[in-house]
């Protein structure tokens, strides 16, 4: 019933704009459908593309804050029928029965402030959490496939990129040497891993970090503890060093993560500016199994000032030469309903050149950081300042992250490693 509506509206949506905007244009060409074949409306519409749009126009490109950094260093698959399917193999893979065309990638679900190691029920989640600094690139979900190699799907889950040039010259295990358990009979019959990873981007090129895996020739992440998912990844990438010839190695731009227990992040990464790739913060992963969509396990830890939200920016208004926005975040109700709210208090405050610089319209999703927040009564006011576009995501976080972030009591990095260090890490890493 659910679907039949939202297909009606669909329909009514696209007849109100073809009536007030295609048919103005002059863009509007009418088929008729039901007394032609298919073959022949298909040539039709080819010949209208012919007519109305030359090669030379096709050939022009959106603009680079449209497209996702990896575009320019990876072919992007344009063939959207193999798209759709590469999207359901991949949940199909993993066991999901939720929308094929969201990421099955984990979502962070919290920040960590002071309140993680005083409050008790926090302590022992902190306990058993290993940490790793968090990469400033492209979250990509990157699959082996047996007949495509290895693609990468952006978070957005919106493109598919061919990555076989990182992976090309490297020599992999057979399974057998590092999956020591039985593989499953109903294992995926197109799909050997799925890995998430993020891409960096720079001057001297891309570099793929490998963070986890959701599927590894037949284990399913889902089901396994972090610690013994990143023993297997150790022993894989163990593997590939060994078989593959050793300058190959050296200039290959793939490498996997470093995680250590939490009361060792010290010795990881003493001071901030001691990283050898641009960072974003510090993530602390429980121990449990691959949790797709929001973790509410999985956290992270920013610099106060780089505590950021992805909100969509709504109702601008122009005065005094800056851009005044409501701020929408993703709510879900009682009912299990989600849906974006106007999060109360918060305005999005931009100058004019941030908004023209970066195509800024109402419905953008953008990265804020709060700049400043007032107490009037009993209600807190907020508001945020801009970061950067976020091109990549298709919907705002959910108003429990941006709540968490003005209510947090934030730490500097080196109160951080303090309080790590005192942890008595309980897992078997």
């Not at 804050?65 to 698959?77: E, G, M, Q």
């Not at 830890?301 to 780089?306: I, R």
Request: with cysteine.
């Amino acid at each position: 019933m659910v679907l039949e509506t939202s297909r009606f509206m669909e329909q009514q949506a696209q007849s109100v704009a073809a009536e007030l905007a295609y048919r103005p244009a002059g863009c509007l060409h009418e088929i008729d459908c039901l007394d032609k074949s298919a073959e022949a409306v298909s040539a039709e519409i080819f010949s209208i593309i012919d007519r109305t749009y030359p090669n030379h126009v096709r050939k022009v490109l959106p603009e680079p804050s449209i497209i996702p950094r990896v575009a320019t260093h990876f072919p992007l698959l344009d063939d959207h029928k193999t798209f759709e399917c590469l999207c359901q193999e991949v949940h199909q893979c993993i066991g999901n029965t939720w929308r094929a065309d969201a990421s099955p990638l984990s979502v962070i679900g919290g920040y960590v402030d002071e309140t993680c190691f005083t409050d008790p029920a926090k302590v022992d989640l902190m306990a058993a959490m290993h940490v790793t600094p968090k990469v400033d690139g492209n979250r990509v979900l990157v699959v082996q496939h047996k007949h495509f190699g290895f693609i990468a799907f952006p978070f957005s889950f919106a493109a598919c990129y061919n990555v076989n040039v990182l992976f090309d010259q490297l020599e992999f295990p057979n399974p057998k040497e590092f999956i020591t358990t039985k593989i499953p009979k109903n294992t995926s019959q197109s799909i050997d891993i799925l890995l998430d990873a993020e891409l960096l981007v720079t001057e001297k090129g891309p570099t793929l970090f490998i963070i986890d895996f959701l599927y590894l020739h037949g284990v399913s992440g889902k089901r396994l503890p972090f610690d013994k998912r990143y023993l297997k990844l150790i022993k894989w990438f163990d593997l590939i060093k060994k078989k593959t010839p050793k300058p190959v190695m050296e200039a290959c731009r793939l490498i996997l993560k470093e995680y250590t227990p939490i009361d060792l992040l010290p010795e990881l990464l003493p001071r901030l500016e001691d990283s050898s790739y641009p960072i974003d913060g510090i993530i602390f992963q429980h121990n449990d199994g691959y949790h797709c969509g929001l973790d509410k396990k999985l956290l992270k830890w920013k610099p106060q000032e780089d505590c950021t939200v992805d909100f969509r920016l709504m109702n601008g208004v122009f005065e005094k030469n800056r851009w005044t926005f409501d701020v929408y975040t993703t709510h879900t109700s009682s009912d299990k309903k989600v849906s974006e709210e106007p999060f109360p208090g918060a305005k999005a405050v931009l100058s004019e050149q941030e908004v023209v610089q970066n195509g800024i319209r109402d419905s953008s999703v953008c990265e804020l950081f709060l700049s400043s927040k007032e107490l009037v009564g009993d209600k807190v006011l907020s508001t945020w300042t801009f970061f950067r576009t976020r091109t990549d995501k298709i919907r705002p976080n959910k108003d429990g992250i941006v709540q968490e972030i003005i209510n947090m009591k934030h730490l500097k990095y080196d109160q951080l490693c303090e309080l790590c260090s005192q942890v008595e890490y309980n897992g078997e890493l």
